[in-house]
């Protein structure tokens, strides 16, 4: 009778483990939409200050440095952003604004200040995915930053995969039509975002045509001021083997930024 029990209690534990593995064989994964929100949902404090240095390294492995002084402000759900180039000389004092506005149907504001020309240029909606002054990143990269547009892309959750230790889910997203994929300049894009903390740790992109075009590499995250933030951002660009590499320091998230700083008059005067 003992024994017959005892067969009875392993054939239970045997049927309960496999039952579970089987319910987390099955389980489903967050929708591609979920994950977007949960993504812009994240905290990245109502401003921000901080110094941004630019690597660019061209396929011989020869490395140009850019140092520029950066500052993001909230407004309500408004986003502006602008960067200040401190050195070198060459570029000295070209600054970028730019506007992120709350509504979906409102085009976002751009604004470029080349002193050599001492004018301040618009960019366009329709060229947000040229490279921004000679790195890996588009203007809308620099626009978003850890964000993502949600009226741009249809986006699916296709797996999970651990990038460093850290459970991913991948999200593949793909423009919404073809006026939007010409203006991105990207057919599919492909991210891993982390599950616990909700930021982007590696992305893919694909060109209009569908060819692999650059892997982005998300590291150094870890939290300032209790806020998660991304230090390093690696872009290659697998057609012309040029790399960039964006170094984020001095990263302060709670002193005062001036509302003046983000018009056309602070990108001609600086900061």
Not at 4 to 24: D, F
Request: charged share 35%; glycine share 6%.
């Amino acid at each position: 009778m003992k024994n017959l029990i005892k067969t009875v209690l392993i054939l239970l534990i045997l049927l309960c483990s496999t039952t579970l593995a089987a319910q987390e064989d099955n389980q489903v994964l967050p929708t591609g939409s979920e994950i977007t929100k949960r993504i812009n949902a994240r905290d990245e404090g109502e401003s921000v200050t901080r110094t941004l240095i630019m690597e660019l390294i061209d396929r011989r492995g020869k490395k140009r440095l850019r140092e520029t002084r950066g500052f993001r402000k909230y407004y309500g759900d408004e986003k502006r952003t602008v960067l200040f180039y401190t050195s070198p000389k060459n570029v000295k004092d070209t600054a970028f604004l730019t506007i992120d506005y709350a509504e979906p149907d409102k085009d976002d504001d751009q604004w470029l200040y080349l002193p050599a020309l001492r004018k301040v240029r618009r960019i366009s909606a329709s060229n947000r995915g040229d490279y921004f002054l000679g790195t890996d990143f588009t203007y809308e990269d620099i626009k978003k930053e850890t964000k993502v547009d949600i009226k741009d892309y249809k986006r699916t959750t296709i797996g999970e995969e651990e990038i460093d230790g850290h459970k991913c889910y991948i999200v593949e997203g793909v423009p919404v039509d073809e006026k939007t994929a010409k203006e991105l300049g990207y057919s599919k894009a492909q991210q891993w975002v982390d599950v616990e903390i909700w930021i982007t740790r590696k992305a893919i992109m694909w060109d209009i045509k569908g060819n692999l075009l650059k892997t982005v590499q998300f590291s150094d995250i870890r939290k300032v001021q209790d806020i998660w933030t991304i230090h390093q951002m690696d872009a290659e660009n697998h057609k012309t083997g040029h790399s960039t590499r964006f170094i984020f320091k001095d990263v302060d998230y709670q002193s005062e930024v001036k509302d003046e700083l983000f018009t056309e008059q602070a990108l001609r005067r600086g900061f």
